[in-house]
């Protein structure tokens, strides 16, 4: 008794098999039969990847992104795992799509197909709200803005809103609730709802056959029946493949799935939601007030209605679509409602041209997210603190918000402020000429009385001032000789306006012990009017008394890393 | 099918070697990255934590002849798979002071990787999970563990005793870093 015979003899799998492959095809075999196998195919790759997905995801505000730029960056084929998932789920909606025809054109959902037809409208509404629950579950800048106008949709719904709204998305805000919510109801509820209707979907096919070509006589019916396996499964196998081919080039050339920066609650964000959402999202700018949410509610309402009640409208016994003009004509117009709306919405988008500059500075600011996320890892703080850990992130923050405005660029009112800030040539250039462009040119010191004069010196002796002051910046590469051949000028010239020594108060011009280090930076920015820094002359807003101390000290350490870096070292930071 | 004419029998036969062939390439075509996908972390290190020292306490504070002390050891930041996060706690040491001078061991049972307890009353290390048993110096005195206690490297800076984690594969006799 071979292996086969014994787990026959208990198991009984030989009849299941045959059963289950030897089911004739009336009419013979058929390429016009392959799309629910080829969905069927989809809906087994969604899963697989779908599990392996899960492998390395975590549902929660603080780590959902996270984890998923750890798939893409750092698991080995993560990117193509994830890349498979996200572009199977349209290629689930594009199958369905076609098997919906196919099977309406075939006149499927007339008797005795009835509860197979209804079966598969529900099955297609279980997709798309696939497609919904997983859009949020990167926790990334689209899927978070997309999914608050659905549920935002959801809370607008009659009596009910506010109350539906929190159910869904667990509690008043979007957080860690709505994430393992829609966790929940994406990899449980979901996919169990999914597999029983496609049991009960498939155990109707067999019990009334394939739909069959409406055009041959029932004669040409039977005579021309070929066997399931394997003429039909061979058709099935070859669409598969295509489909599988086209999924996989698809996603090999877009290079897996986007993943846009952490969701930031505070940003803006222009929401787009997927493709197959698109025909709903261009119909909602049409209308306003309560109108809005009879369409953002009715519409899906009223396309799944028609669907189900298909079948109990139009209850004659013709197939053939020629003779059923109402039913084609309606469906016509519905593919090209929603073809058209799909197209006015990428239409308005292409044209829009600040909304394609503000789409690159969201995909710069992904980038960004994803290459400090491989380099530092996320904090626990999750999402957006990915950015707090690029290099002087807070002081580039204060910078930008507090200072740029009067240190760089054209309407600059104080000193330039970059690469080389107190650096040796800095400083000669100061010294040599305080009040030109570059230093006090544009400020309120700039050439009046009183203002800081040119030094006269030149050579070794300028050297030796510049060395002086340089000294004071902390930077270790000092030379010491000239450091105290600068002294001596200082005493001669200098300190008839400024002191040098630590917390005396000058006469008109800056203490200059320590000026440029870290500490008095952080000082002066917290009272640049001080009574050791510019006293009554001062120009430069209080700005930084209102900066927490850690913040002062953080962008002290920025300005004072400045004098060793390059502009392309600036650059390299990035906008924060 | 059984009538099917016999000159459909090679073409059939045809058709059920391409559809195995197409089933199979689709399988394999997804098999091999999902197997390099979840072997990911087989090879990888998921969980760094840097091999510096960590501060404990001042070295003076372990007696000669005192009972031992289980110390928390803290590294001030650790790479998690994506996450990076601060001051974790790796594990736990018991440090004392003998007539060699200062030990300090893992808490980490080398049996299966329970918490080595203390056992005042008889004054040896106890395994509270299978009954392993130590010597205060960290000899196997009974139980299934096949070895002693591991040792932690230690060192004293500025009078602070400081201990460096390492990570010990449990079970065996042979004491092995993972």
């Known amino acids: ?576 | 099918m059984s009538e099917a004419p016999p000159a459909d029998g090679g073409r059939r036969r045809f058709l059920k070697v391409a559809t195995c062939a197409l089933g199979g390439g689709i399988a394999g075509t997804v098999l091999v990255p999902a197997t390099r996908y979840l072997l990911y972390p087989v090879d990888t290190t998921t969980v760094t934590t840097g091999d510096e020292p960590i501060d404990v306490m001042p070295e003076a504070r372990i007696k000669k002849g005192a009972p031992p002390l289980r110390v928390g050891l803290v590294a001030p930041s650790e790479r998690d798979a994506w996450g990076s996060v601060q001051n974790v706690p790796l594990g736990a040491a018991w440090v004392l002071r003998d007539d060699g001078g200062l030990k300090a061991w893992s808490a980490v049972c080398p049996h299966l990787g329970c918490s080595i307890g203390y056992d005042a009353g008889d004054k040896k290390f106890r395994c509270p999970c299978h009954d392993s048993s130590f010597s205060l110096a960290g000899e196997r005195l009974g139980g299934p563990t096949e070895r002693g206690m591991d040792p932690l490297p230690w060192d004293v800076k500025d009078g602070r005793l400081r201990i460096t984690w390492v990570r010990y594969k449990v079970g065996g006799s042979t004491r092995e870093t993972t």
């Open chain 1, 1 to 576: 008794m071979s292996v086969r015979d014994w787990l026959d003899e208990r198991t009984g799998y030989r009849a299941v098999v045959k059963h289950a492959l030897e089911e004739p095809v009336l009419g013979g075999a058929s390429l016009a039969y392959v799309f629910g196998s080829v969905l069927l195919f989809v809906l087994i790759l969604q899963m697989t990847t779908g599990i392996l997905l899960a492998f390395y995801y975590a549902p929660s505000a603080t780590d959902a992104w996270a984890s998923v730029a750890n798939i893409e960056d750092r698991v080995t084929m993560g990117w193509l795992v994830r890349g498979l998932h996200h572009h199977g789920a349209s290629a689930m909606v594009i199958v369905a799509g076609l098997h919906l025809v196919q099977t309406a054109v075939w006149g499927a959902y007339k008797r005795p197909r009835e509860m197979n037809w209804i079966i598969g409208v529900l099955l297609l509404g279980l997709i798309m709200a696939f497609a919904l629950t997983g859009y949020l579950l990167p926790w990334d800048q689209t899927g978070y803005w997309a999914t608050k106008v659905a549920t935002g949709i959801a809370g607008s719904s009659p009596m009910i809103g506010d109350q539906l709204k929190a159910a869904v998305q667990g509690g008043n805000e979007y957080g860690n609730l709505t994430l393992t919510r829609f966790f929940a109801l994406h990899v449980f509820v979901l996919p169990a709802l999914t597999l029983g209707l496609v049991a009960i979907h498939l155990a109707l096919f067999r019990k009334h056959g394939v739909t069959p070509h409406w055009w041959k006589s029932e004669d040409a019916l039977a005579r021309d029946v070929q066997p399931f396996w394997p003429d039909q499964l061979f058709r099935d196998f070859v669409a598969m493949a295509v489909a599988f081919g086209g999924i996989l080039a698809w996603t090999v050339h877009e290079h897996g799935a986007r993943l846009d920066a952490p969701a930031d609650p505070s940003s803006g964000f222009d929401a787009r939601p997927e493709w197959y959402f698109r025909p709903l999202f261009q119909a909602l700018k049409y209308f306003g007030g309560s109108m809005e949410r009879i369409v953002a509610l009715g519409a899906p309402v009223v396309v799944g209605g028609f669907l189900l009640a298909l079948p109990f409208a139009d209850k004659s016994r013709e197939r053939a679509p020629q003779r059923r003009p109402i039913v084609m004509s309606l469906l016509a117009v519905g593919g090209l409602c929603v073809a058209a709306l799909t197209f006015l919405s990428y239409r308005e988008d292409a044209g829009d041209a600040s909304l394609a500059e503000r789409q690159v500075a969201a995909e710069t600011r992904a980038q960004k997210a994803r290459v400090l996320a491989e380099l530092y890892g996320v904090p626990a703080a999750g999402g957006t603190s990915v950015f707090e850990t690029a290099t002087f992130y807070r002081a580039r923050v204060i910078w930008a918000k507090s200072c740029a405005k009067c240190h760089e660029g054209d309407k600059r009112e104080g000193p330039a402020i970059g690469a080389g800030y107190n650096t040796r040539a800095w400083i000669r250039g100061f010294l040599t000429g305080p009040s030109s462009e570059l230093y006090f040119g544009r400020s309120k010191l700039a050439d009046k009385e009183g203002a800081m004069k040119p030094v006269d010196y030149t050579g070794a002796d300028l050297d030796a001032l510049v060395e002086m002051v340089y000294a004071e910046t902390g930077a270790p590469d000092i030379d010491a000789k000239k450091v105290a051949r600068g002294h001596e000028i200082f005493e001669d010239d200098c300190s008839n306006c400024h002191e040098r020594e630590v917390g005396k108060e000058s006469v008109s011009a800056p203490n200059l012990y320590g000026r440029g280090s870290r500490w008095w930076l952080a000082q002066f920015i917290a009272t640049p009017g001080g009574a050791t820094f510019f006293g009554d002359r001062n120009a430069m807003p209080k700005i930084g008394a209102d900066l927490s101390p850690a913040d002062r000290d953080e962008l002290a350490r920025y300005i004072t890393w400045l004098r060793v870096a390059t502009p392309a070292n600036v650059h390299a930071l990035g906008d924060p």
